[in-house]
Structures are given as structure tokens and as C-alpha cells.
């Protein structure tokens, strides 16, 4: 495995360990959509969560987050829809990223921005 998919199996591991501590309830982890995919579906009272997750080793050029842009963001979103739509959940939708960067003595800070980005009608 690249080191680079290694650090992102480590990042989601890391993601998925915090929402449960958090009191998230953990339903798929790297859901596939055709050439989609979800990285963690949780939910947490009525509400279904839709999780990116970003890893990075530093944040020299950029902070992880920013990293999902709009195409990303569509991508998630019309995934979202398919999954909401195939089990028929009838609950809140939202959509976050958890950002985790790894510092060289291997220390994980991890971010979650709840409500990341909202699904526009274009």
C-alpha cells in the first residue's frame, strides 16, 4: 500500500474512533456509489452524517479541509442522495469533514467541522 493510502486508512480509523467517542453511531465506513465514495456514514440523534475525511502529514501548503472543493463536494452530495434514497431513511442530512494532520512524532490533531457545506439546488 502507498504511504499515502496508508495515512488515509489511518486518518478514517482515527475519524471513526472520535465520532464514536463523541456518541455518533457509525453505519458504513468507505461507501461505494459507482465511482463514489463515502468515507464514514454516521448518525447522531436524528440525523444522518455524511463524513469526508482529510488527512495530512503537515498543513505547509494548505489545511486539509479546504482540499474538498465543489467537485468533491457534488461527488459526496449525489452519493448522499443515493444512499438516503436506496434505504429510504426519512432524517436530517448534513454534511462534515474531520481534518486530521499527523506531526512528525506521529500526534493526530483532529478537526471536525460540523455543516461543512450544504447541497445547492443547481
Not at 14 to 37: F, M, P, S
Not at 46 to 71: A, S
Request: charged letters at 25%; glycine letters at 4%; hydrophobic letters at 40%.
Amino acid at each position: 500500500m502507498a504511504s499515502h493510502n496508508e495515512l488515509g486508512a489511518i486518518g478514517e480509523q482515527v475519524a471513526q474512533e472520535y465520532l464514536l467517542k463523541h456518541g455518533y453511531q457509525i453505519l458504513e465506513k468507505n461507501w461505494v456509489c459507482g465511482h463514489k465514495e463515502i468515507d464514514i456514514i454516521a448518525k447522531i440523534d436524528d440525523t444522518i452524517v455524511f463524513v469526508e475525511v482529510k488527512t495530512r502529514r503537515n498543513t505547509y501548503l494548505v489545511e486539509p479541509e479546504i482540499t474538498v472543493d465543489v467537485y468533491k463536494q457534488r461527488h459526496i452530495i449525489w452519493a448522499a442522495n443515493s444512499y438516503v434514497t436506496r434505504y429510504q431513511y426519512d432524517l436530517d442530512v448534513r454534511f462534515d469533514i474531520i481534518s486530521i494532520v499527523v506531526d512528525n512524532n506521529n500526534e493526530k490533531k483532529v478537526e471536525h467541522i460540523q455543516d461543512a457545506f450544504y447541497p445547492s439546488f443547481r
